[in-house]
């Protein structure tokens, strides 16, 4: 089993910026990459970024260029730098960590980007 646990989400207004910071715990070692994915109301989940074990990382056309996925392998931790917000991306955002046999997530965490 492993646990995410995701913090920084708020309220910020448009233009602003956030860092969301997801932790995780457990059966770690059958983690080759984590991920955020988000869901805005009435639309269905959809991939943010995400990073491999070895550094490479990997970017939702709407995000790229704004935000930016790291890892710190030491603390199992795994960051996004979100700049230049918009009101599209109010969301719940999902940390996510794909092993062999599951997929797990973490509760999620509110982005509110105000006008």
């Known amino acids: 089993q492993v646990q995410l646990v995701e913090s920084g989400g708020g309220l910020v207004e448009s233009g602003g910026s956030l860092r969301l910071s997801c932790a995780a715990s457990g059966s770690i070692s059958g983690i080759n990459a984590m991920g955020w994915y988000r869901q805005a109301p009435g639309k269905e989940r959809e991939y943010v970024a995400a990073?491999?074990?070895?550094?490479?990382?990997s970017y939702a056309h709407s995000v790229k260029g704004r935000f930016t996925i790291s890892r710190d392998v030491a603390t199992n931790t795994v960051y996004l730098q979100m700049n230049s917000l918009k009101p599209d991306d109010t969301a719940v955002y999902y940390c996510n960590a794909p092993t062999i046999n599951a997929h797990y997530w973490g509760q999620g965490t509110q982005v509110t980007v105000s006008l």
């Open positions: 990073i491999t074990n070895g550094g490479s990382t």
